[in-house]
């Protein structure tokens, strides 16, 4: 954590020279505890109290970048256990395995299908972030054309994974001007992997059973000059992994640099390939920044990739809409209104059900602070009243003739007071979920018109 | 290197709820299911074991379903027509408990009413020894009517019967109280409003030991986060000594996952989503694997595939070594 500024003042010459522009070292301390100046102002401070005060400054949770040809992934600099008390930062990477022992053609083909992968969620691209190439041959000229084979059609970061540095070494120096990741270094190979990485500019796992020997290596790793290490806990089911993530994430915040990294999940390997998606649940849930799967299968990234979003979502800023009076379908004056919030993921989903219908319809979006209906009609910020003010708002009433106005199902208790608000307005209940608008336009809407 | 764990001393613990009594308890199960009792945040082991383990709820409904994705119906089959045989392949595929939600109309088109509802109700529990949850059509009166009809005739079974919300719990509350039964409240992803309906719901007696609390989740996709952290917070204030933030919490990532398009539908919709029922899957298992990871004590699913990977992810996260 970051030092007060009395333990700067400690650090600072304590000649009270004035050069840095305060009458006092003291003065000068608590400005730079406050982040209101730099270290650098101060001509006379010395090497030792620098390097101390950067580690101080330096997060919990180192960030980790990893480079392919272009794209990185950022992971670590993460402060806090539950995402409610601040936010997470860094979304995890998501990454496909590719084994060695498959065919170059098959290689190819697998890379190029990652590497194109992308969908579309709440109008955000969603991507797989790299790929992790695992030297399950030993065989490090087969190794070597397995990394060449991606390279060809793929310039997402990549993971060499493998044990032995002969065979790591003939891959990762082929990625010159990138920062991959070795996983990596353990007990027995630690030496030479450190070596490896430094060399290459490459970031390393540490992998270990338990917190103790993780801590031991990365302290290993350290001496030897490596410090962009990632964590690979050993843990092989989930309830084990849930504890030493807890583990890791809480003592890493409390400045326990040995384990003060990211950490890496593979979530592979079950014979069940459906398990994946419970095992990589939890891996984005609680934890993990990097998550490797070992099977490309749109309908399992999907919702993984939704769920990063989701968790990764920053609490206090819901994402949000523009409140205003969209056209969907090109409507006409006589053609109905629907209301509903400026929460982006309530907006997206009405105004894609309305659009998939083909039906015209205006979409009236208010200001409910980017809540969703349920929740901004409990806090207050969804009501008859901000309904009205929308509608006087955006001059509904002057661009469109017909006077229907279709509430959400799951607000149907403020019609009443809806209908208070807007005499003119015929006040309709639409379904509680987007998906059955469809079905509720081409039957409900499409019988009544009523033209004021 | 010798590390101190860093271990959580937390003042307060969750209720201890027991669902569904045997015979000799007054009942007809053939067997009980006991929620709740952590001091820790889900699955610390290394905290504290945890006294029990969170349960997988199959969700029917008294009349097939009229809006439920094709998906579903193929899954469940012909069993859909009749609760009792529904109930039965829900427990064929691993569920924990049922929960039996009453609709508006019968099968044949008629609207339900109190018998109808009742009938459903034992037809379901002849097909099962598992626990139940009964839950009214979502309309406060018929909520009332339908719920003290079966209550009465249900009179010590230990059902959990619902919904309770902060508009309408008075009578439900009532129904349970009367004849030794349980409640379930449900409030809209708010930790102040959950708290305030479990104090209405106990200031009018119902002892702790028979309620749940359901603080609605939202989807993966469509909310959950919202969801998701509601769920810590509640659990983090229970542990914390918050009485009325202790009860277990019941979801429905089931219904929630199924309603939204990605679940739903099959066609017309873009090639990355991939396959569909595999997709529909997924998204029902993640979003259920999340709230457990948030606390969930039920998980109330749709899929007979979901119980099986969910109740795998029960398992490993059970699992000490
Ligand atoms: S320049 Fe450095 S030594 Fe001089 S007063 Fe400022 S902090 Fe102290």
Redesign the interface.
């Known amino acids: 954590m970051a030092l007060t500024g009395i333990q700067i003042y400690k650090l600072l010459p304590q000649t009270n020279c004035k050069e840095c522009g305060f009458p006092t070292c003291l003065a000068f301390a608590m400005k730079l505890g406050a982040k209101q100046v730099e270290l650098s102002d101060c001509p006379y401070v010395t090497e030792e109290a620098t390097a101390q005060l950067a580690e101080s400054a330096a997060p919990p949770i180192r960030l980790i970048e990893l480079v392919g040809e272009g794209h990185q992934i950022r992971v670590g600099n993460e402060t806090v256990l539950?995402?409610?008390e601040k936010t997470f930062y860094n979304r995890p990477g998501l990454l496909i395995s590719i084994q060695d022992t498959l065919d170059e053609t098959a290689i190819e083909q697998l890379a190029k299908t990652v590497d194109a992968?992308?969908?579309?969620?709440v109008g955000v691209d969603l991507r797989i972030d790299g790929l992790a190439i695992e030297a399950t041959s030993g065989d490090a000229a087969r190794f070597a054309e397995a990394v060449r084979a991606v390279r060809r059609v793929s310039d997402l970061p990549l993971v060499l994974v493998g044990e032995d540095p002969a065979v790591l070494g003939a891959g990762v120096e082929l990625l010159e001007g990138e920062k991959p990741l070795l996983i990596g270094a353990n007990a027995r190979n630690w030496d030479s992997m450190a070596e490896l990485a430094l060399q290459n500019g490459a970031a390393l796992g540490a992998t270990a059973a338990s917190?103790?020997e993780l801590?031991?290596l990365t302290?290993q790793l350290r001496s030897k000059g490596v410090e962009d290490i990632v964590l690979h806990p050993g843990a092989a089911?989930?309830?084990?992994t849930?504890?030493m993530q807890?583990?890791i994430r809480?003592?890493a915040l409390?400045n326990?640099r040995?384990l003060g990294y990211p950490t890496i999940e593979f979530v592979g390997g079950s014979d069940?390939g459906?398990?994946q998606?419970?095992l990589a649940?939890?891996a984005i849930?609680?934890y993990a920044g990097l998550v490797v799967l070992d099977a490309f299968?749109?309908?399992?990234?999907?919702?993984?990739l939704?769920?990063r979003e989701?968790?990764y979502?920053d609490?206090q800023k819901p994402i949000q809409v523009q409140p205003a009076l969209y056209e969907i379908n090109n409507p006409t004056p006589q053609d109905p209104v629907l209301v509903t919030t400026n929460?982006s993921?309530?907006y997206f989903?009405v105004a894609?059900?309305v659009e998939?219908s083909g039906i015209p319809a205006w979409l009236l979006v208010t200001d409910a602070e980017g809540m969703?209906v349920?929740?901004a009609?409990?806090?207050g910020k969804f009501d008859a009243e901000s309904i009205a003010k929308a509608v006087k708002q955006f001059d509904v009433a002057a661009r469109v003739e017909r006077h229907d106005i279709v509430l959400p199902g799951h607000v149907a208790v403020l019609s009443g007071e809806l209908e208070e608000e807007l005499p003119d307005w015929n006040v309709l209940v639409g379904p509680r979920?987007?998906?059955?608008l469809p079905a509720f336009m081409k039957t409900v809407l499409s019988e009544g018109s009523t033209v004021h | 290197?010798?590390?101190e764990?860093?271990k959580d001393n937390w003042q307060g613990s969750v209720n201890t709820v027991t669902l569904g009594a045997t015979p000799e308890e007054g009942g007809t199960r053939t067997r009980t299911v006991t929620i709740g009792g952590q001091q820790t945040?889900?699955?610390?082991?290394?905290e504290q074991t945890p006294p029990n383990r969170p349960v997988i709820a199959l969700e029917i409904t008294a009349a097939r379903p009229g809006?439920w994705s094709p998906v579903l119906l193929d899954a469940w089959g012909d069993a859909i027509d009749d609760p009792g045989n529904w109930a039965g392949a829900c427990e064929s595929a691993g569920a924990d408990l049922i929960v039996l939600s009453l609709g508006l109309t019968e099968a044949d088109g008629r609207s339900a009413d109190p018998e109808s509802a009742v009938r459903a109700t034992k037809s379901t529990l002849g097909g099962t020894g598992l626990p139940l949850i009964v839950l009214g059509p979502g309309q406060a009166e018929l909520d009332n009517d339908f719920v003290i009809a079966v209550a009465d005739a249900t009179k010590g079974e230990r059902l959990v019967l619902g919904l309770c919300e902060d508009s309408n719990y008075r009578t439900i509350v009532a129904a349970a109280m009367a004849n030794d039964h349980l409640v379930v409240g449900r409030?809209?992803?708010?930790v102040n409003?959950a708290k305030q309906l479990n104090i209405l719901i106990t200031d009018m007696g119902l002892p702790l030991d028979r309620i749940v609390m359901d603080p609605?989740t939202?989807a993966?996709?469509?909310?959950?986060?919202?969801g998701?952290?509601v769920m810590?917070?509640l659990r983090?204030a229970a542990l914390q000594g918050d009485a009325m933030t202790q009860l277990p919490l019941l979801v429905n990532p089931g219904a929630e996952a199924w309603?939204?398009?990605?679940a739903?539908?099959g066609e017309?919709v873009?090639?990355?989503?991939?396959?569909?029922e595999?997709?529909a899957?997924?998204?029902e298992?993640?979003t259920a694997?999340?709230l457990i990871?948030?606390g969930a004590d039920i998980v109330v699913l749709r899929h007979p595939?979901s119980v099986t990977?969910?109740r795998?992810?029960l398992d490993?996260?059970?699992?000490?070594?």
């Not at chain 1, 299968?297 to 993984?304: A, F, G, I, N, T």
């Not at chain 2, 945040?41 to 290394?46: K, Q, S, T, W």
């Not at chain 2, 993966?220 to 919202?226: H, M, N, Q, S």
């Open positions: 539950f995402r409610h992968y992308g969908v579309d969620y917190l103790e801590a031991e302290e089911r989930m309830g084990p849930l504890a807890t583990q809480r003592l409390k326990f040995p069940d459906r398990q998606a419970v649940t939890q849930s609680k299968s749109p309908e399992l990234l999907y919702p993984l939704v769920l989701n968790i979502t609490p929460f993921i309530t989903s894609n059900e998939g969703s349920l929740t009609w409990a806090a979920e987007a998906v059955d | 290197m010798q590390i764990i860093p945040l889900p699955f610390l082991h290394f809006d409030t809209p992803m708010d409003l609605t939202g993966l996709g469509y909310g959950i986060e919202y998701y952290s810590e917070r983090i309603k939204t398009k990605e739903k539908v017309g873009p090639d990355s989503w991939g396959k569909w595999e997709r899957s997924n998204w298992t993640v694997v999340a990871e948030a595939d990977r969910v795998n992810a490993e996260l059970m699992a000490v070594g």
